[in-house]
């Protein structure tokens, strides 16, 4: 009967969403290309390609969890030499990153619209050996039916937030009977693993492995040096004190130009870095810059002019995927998503730098990291602007103290690196 209504609400649901897709599709882009796969449909060579050889399905909603898959595949293949992968995301941002990222032999693809009608079509195409789920996607037709034909279904560096937690206790006996079919499910914490057994989960499913994110986080010199060489073109140099934000939200950029134009009187060397969550809001980001009167150049539009003699005030990081290189030229990282916004995004790519990091309250989304980084006082956590503008003022005051933060935090990425090892070791071949 669960299933019955939730395939007849599904579609209900979906048709009323549509509107919002659709408007995210023309603010983001991307999302008209390969739009057709949403629903199935398969161009000839990408068919031919997934028939090659049997694939291990592994999917991945967005930016941060197609990072953890691209990991997971390189440690499986590490171990694993002879295996084929099909990788699946739902947005056009991850869907850029693995176009970049993923190997030659393997198939990259938009998530179909799970529909038993779909789902079963897609299955067919790429008759899986096995499929992997990042982190908390959970999606009943798809593990229903692949559990079905006999497809082992693992989850990775499973994660649930309260609120998750909260919306799925209340459909505890659809959860429970999707969770039964996937094993195992790997966590990162204790609290993900409680929550999961909470939801249904048989216990001898649920292992707790750490955070695979520890392990994601790798360094680019190449990137890195090519942001190195974007700060000399626009005349930061080497005595430049560095504030970035990373992530950012909508009401963060203005907190950060606000506190930016207060510092900057008692220290002229501070510079300021932007890059938004999303570049589709650059016209939001830029109308704030031009309020607060800071000049300002777009990290898209610096190949096509000279180096500058003056450095602007700020520069916006306006591209995707190139965030990670700017945390190796700042000395403050602000990660967002955390005072203005629920949530929070990762603090452990800045920290791998060896940075001083720094988050807002709402930093739900990372409940076996924070703990962490907090017992380790390998970053700060502030409660409000007030708090951040403060805390700011004083790692500027305190050059030892930002490096020492820095080196927390570095020594604690590294301490906690291994859960991708133990997670490909326990699905195993």
């Excluded at 520069?315 to 203005?340: M, P, Q, W």
């Excluded at 990372?366 to 003022?393: R, Y």
């Amino acid at each position: 009967m669960l299933w019955f209504i939730y395939n007849l609400l599904f579609p209900v649901v979906f048709l009323f969403m549509l509107p919002k897709f659709i408007s995210r599709m023309l603010k983001r882009g991307g999302y008209g290309q390969h739009f057709e796969q949403r629903i199935g449909h398969f161009g000839h060579s990408t068919k031919e390609k997934l028939r090659e050889h049997r694939r291990i399905w592994v999917h991945a909603v967005s930016v941060g969890e197609i990072y953890v898959a691209l990991r997971f595949i390189k440690a499986y293949r590490e171990k694993y030499p002879e295996a084929y992968f099909a990788l699946s995301t739902t947005t056009s941002t991850a869907h850029r990153i693995g176009l970049k990222e993923i190997d030659e032999r393997d198939v990259l693809f938009y998530f179909p619209v799970d529909l038993p009608v779909i789902i079963k079509k897609v299955l067919g195409i790429i008759n899986p050996q096995r499929i992997v789920l990042m982190e908390g996607e959970f999606w009943p037709n798809l593990i229903r039916l692949a559990d079905k034909q006999g497809i082992p279904i693992s989850l990775v560096n499973g994660r649930m937030s309260e609120k998750s937690y909260k919306g799925y206790k209340k459909l505890r006996s659809l959860t429970a009977d999707i969770l039964r079919r996937i094993d195992p499910i790997c966590v990162q914490g204790e609290l993900d693993a409680e929550r999961m057994l909470g939801i249904g989960a048989p216990k001898e499913h649920v292992h707790m492995m750490g955070t695979v994110k520890f392990d994601v986080a790798e360094r680019d010199p190449v990137g890195e040096a090519v942001a190195g060489a974007v700060m000399c073109k626009i005349a930061v140099h080497e005595d430049a004190v560095v504030l970035l934000g990373g992530s950012t939200w909508p009401g963060e950029e203005d907190a950060l130009c606000r506190l930016y134009k207060k510092l900057r009187a008692d220290f002229p060397d501070l510079f300021m870095v932007l890059a938004p969550r999303h570049v589709e809001r650059a016209p939001e980001v830029i109308r704030c810059l031009e309020q607060h009167g800071l000049s300002f150049v777009r990290r898209s539009e610096i190949d096509t002019f000279p180096a500058l003699e003056k450095r602007p005030d700020v520069l916006f990081v306006d591209t995707t995927g190139e965030l990670r290189n700017f945390y190796s030229v700042a000395d403050i990282i602000f990660v967002g998503k955390s005072l203005c916004e629920n949530g929070g995004q990762n603090p452990i790519e800045p920290a791998m730098y060896g940075k001083a990091v720094l988050v807002g309250p709402n930093m739900e989304n990372f409940p076996s990291v924070m703990p962490v980084f907090l017992k380790n006082k390998a970053l700060q956590q502030v409660e409000c602007f007030e708090a951040l503008e403060q805390t700011v003022e004083n790692l500027l005051r305190d050059p030892s103290e930002r490096t020492a933060l820095g080196e927390r935090a570095f020594r604690t990425v590294q301490e906690n690196r291994g859960a991708i090892a133990r997670t490909v070791e326990l699905i195993g071949d």
